[in-house]
């Protein structure tokens, strides 16, 4: 009841909606990048949203699964094949026991999301299988998936035979999810205004606002930096520290700004620009290194009301899953 | 006691309300009285709140307040209403009036790798700066940057120093002073504060509840150990 890592890929860590709850001790959410992608790919093997997956970055792990399982992968494409067969994203898919799961090419996008039906047996740390990598907690023994591990299933999965064909190793599942809608426009990123900015000169709000910048290498699960022209404030601030959130974009003081990502710090004292809506986050979660980005301000209305969409859909998602998989196996 | 605040939304998920941008204990006290009255009169959707020096920060499902609130314009204005009650109907419990907790710190060479530097640049003695540090009651401002790293303050205005232009390799344990602030690195991390010794002692421990050492409100002390000391206390 069981997968086994192969070949580890470039950060394969074990991730939920994150460590809420606990910013008084120092203790960030960190959780999965793409959200969207996480709970989707849950939903579609018949989870809750919240269950733990594995987030992946290219190059991508080898995974043999030790035994039939349904599972279902999200978020970036990167060609997933099992014994060499494509699979395709975004769909429920039976795999048989014995069968080794591979990412050959990175097509599209920076990080995605393995479910498996009933989800990983990974100890909670503060009701959170997150693993953060900072403090070596959390996830599977606070650490990065090595060479070798083994992650149980919470369920036995082996009714899923069932619904292999004879000497077929996998059976993609009718139903899809469509998340077009989620990553249209991938460069367009809408904000909210930050504290700080109008205390940036004119000049630079314009150039903020007109300008591309570009994703630094330095990029990590913590923030982006990002290239591009340099921003000033009309005269230098002295902050105290204070409470930061996901996307919140700090300006430093060589004048590059920093994307706060889900790995993001609990507090922080540089000016806050703007903040990123949280129905955009998914789609920067998938840009990478020397993507782009464009910004545009929107108001609290627009962010709330997109966001409020966004968990409709998952919502009408999560009860057609649900009675789809109840067709097939009962 | 403060006369003035700002509410501000950080992001769609959050919003934060400043009590002035300033380190003061008073100021402090209020944001400790804010978190207590926002805990005990929390709403549908509330999902976490961070102390700061001198601002407190809700975070929230703003989803989840919407559909339970739909009589707000929005769930930025109900959770803005909340903190600015919260400012209204919390009551001050001034902090810190316990005892100091009493932090055992090793000020020798291996263990305070920028303190030659920084008596240099100061102009002071190690033994000035080690007087300097030890010779004051902290506060506990608050607790962020690394899971159970508490920002204390202030130090004398003589050890005042900006932060180190990059951020160096740092080990667990490590005290260190910028600003009019010190502290102690509870895990093993990148930081840019200059650092003066190093503490015996964990900060952070997850098994514990809470798991962090220090909470905001608490008075710490500093106190000169040996290099002897610090292998005895290390090894407990």
């Avoid at chain 1, 203790?27 to 579609?44: E, I």
């Avoid at chain 2, 959050?14 to 009255?37: C, F, H, S, Y």
């Avoid at chain 2, 509330?46 to 929005?74: M, N, Q, T």
Wanted: net charge negative; with cysteine; charged share 20%.
């Amino acid at each position: 009841m069981s997968l086994s890592i192969i070949k580890p890929g470039l950060l394969d860590t074990i991730q939920d909606m994150g460590r809420n709850g606990y910013g008084n001790w120092g203790v960030n959410p960190g959780g999965a990048m793409d959200q969207y992608a996480a709970k989707v790919s849950n939903l579609l093997v018949g989870n809750c949203c919240t269950e733990g997956v594995i987030e992946i970055h290219f190059p991508g792990p080898q995974i043999l699964f030790e035994q039939n399982t349904l599972i279902s992968i999200t978020g970036g494409n990167f060609s997933p094949t099992l014994n060499d067969e494509p699979i395709p994203l975004w769909q429920p898919v039976v795999v048989r026991k014995n069968t080794v799961l591979h990412f050959p090419k990175q097509l599209r996008g920076a990080r995605c999301y393995i479910s498996v039906h009933g989800g990983f047996c990974i100890d909670k740390w503060l009701h959170s299988v997150s693993t953060n990598l900072k403090a070596g907690l959390g996830g599977f023994q606070g650490r990065p998936l090595r060479k070798g591990d083994e992650l149980s299933f919470k369920e036995n999965t082996v009714y899923f035979a069932g619904l292999l064909k004879e000497e077929n190793n996998l059976q993609i599942l009718p139903w899809r999810v469509n998340e077009e809608k989620i990553y249209r426009f991938p460069h367009e990123i809408a904000l909210i205004p930050g504290k700080e900015w109008e205390q940036l000169t004119e000049a630079s709000r314009n150039q903020f606002l007109e300008n591309n910048f570009t994703i630094h290498p330095s990029s990590d699960r913590m923030g982006y930096h990002l290239k591009g022209v340099p921003l000033e404030l009309q005269q230098s601030m002295n902050l105290v520290s204070s409470a930061v959130s996901f996307g919140t974009i700090q300006l430093l003081p060589e004048g590059q700004l920093i994307v706060l990502m889900a790995e993001h710090q609990t507090t922080g004292g540089y000016p806050r620009i703007a903040h990123v809506i949280t129905a955009h986050l998914p789609k920067l979660a998938q840009l990478q290194p020397s993507d782009c980005v464009q910004f545009k301000m929107v108001d609290m209305k627009d962010a709330e009301y997109l966001l409020s969409l966004q968990e409709k859909e998952l919502h009408i998602l999560q009860r057609a899953c649900h009675d789809h998989l109840n067709e097939l196996v009962c | 006691m403060t006369d003035s605040f700002e509410i501000f939304p950080l992001g769609d998920s959050a919003v934060t309300i400043d009590l002035g941008n300033t380190i003061r204990e008073d100021l402090n006290d209020k944001v400790l009285a804010m978190q207590r009255w926002l805990v005990e009169n929390s709403f549908e959707g509330y999902i976490d709140s961070i102390a700061a020096y001198s601002s407190l920060s809700a975070f929230y499902d703003p989803v989840e307040v919407g559909r339970r609130h739909p009589s707000s314009s929005s769930a930025f204005a109900f959770v803005s209403e909340r903190l600015r009650e919260a400012y209204e109907q919390s009551a001050v419990r001034p902090a810190g009036s316990g005892e100091p907790i009493r932090i055992p710190v090793c000020y020798e060479a291996p263990l305070a790798p920028d303190l030659l530097l920084l008596a240099e640049k100061m102009e002071r003695t190690p033994e000035e700066i080690i007087h300097l540090h030890t010779s004051r009651v902290y506060r506990v401002y608050m607790i962020g940057f690394l899971p159970g790293f508490a920002y204390l303050g202030e130090t004398s205005e003589l050890l005042a120093i900006p932060r180190k232009p990059r951020p160096v390799p740092v080990n667990a344990g490590s005290v260190g002073i910028t600003g009019r602030q010190t502290g102690i690195y509870p895990l093993d991390s990148p930081g840019g504060w200059y650092i003066i010794g190093r503490a015996p002692v964990v900060l952070f421990d997850p098994d514990l509840t809470p798991p962090a050492r220090l909470a905001i409100g608490d008075a710490v002390e500093f106190y000169p150990i040996t290099l002897k000391e610090f292998g005895r206390l290390h090894l407990l």
